[in-house]
């Protein structure tokens, strides 16, 4: 399996990003989906998660601001984050999870991309 993410930058407080990220090799509708992110000097963080059937998880920092969702036709799953904070700062990065549960322990997951950097500016 590879993830590509797509989507991140640079963006004022308040504003808004979405994050793609594309699978290819297995059966994509097969298994669940997050998405984490790492600050510089800080251990990688949960932030959503999304199962083949469509439920989703959330980690509360994130909860009523982003959105995780999948297209299984396409391969790929987004994050749309909405009203950005400084401390959402972070590479993000998707992963795959091939328990086909909703997990927020990175340990869970089976397969990572590369990563996509996200700078929110005051």
């Known amino acids: 399996v590879q993830l590509v993410e797509s989507g991140g930058g640079l963006v004022q407080a308040g504003g808004s990003l979405r994050l793609s990220c594309a699978a290819s090799g297995r059966t994509f509708s097969m298994y669940a989906m997050g998405w984490f992110r790492q600050a510089p000097g800080k251990e990688r963080e949960f932030v959503a998660a999304?199962?083949?059937?469509?439920?989703?998880y959330y980690a509360d920092s994130v909860k009523g601001r982003f959105t995780i969702s999948r297209d299984n036709a396409k391969n790929t799953v987004y994050l749309q984050m909405n009203s950005l904070k400084p401390e959402d700062t972070a590479v993000y990065y998707c992963a795959a999870d091939f328990s086909h549960a909703l997990h927020r322990s990175p340990t869970w997951y089976d397969y990572w991309g590369q990563g996509t950097q996200v700078t929110v500016s005051s």
């Open positions: 999304i199962k083949s059937g469509g439920s989703t």
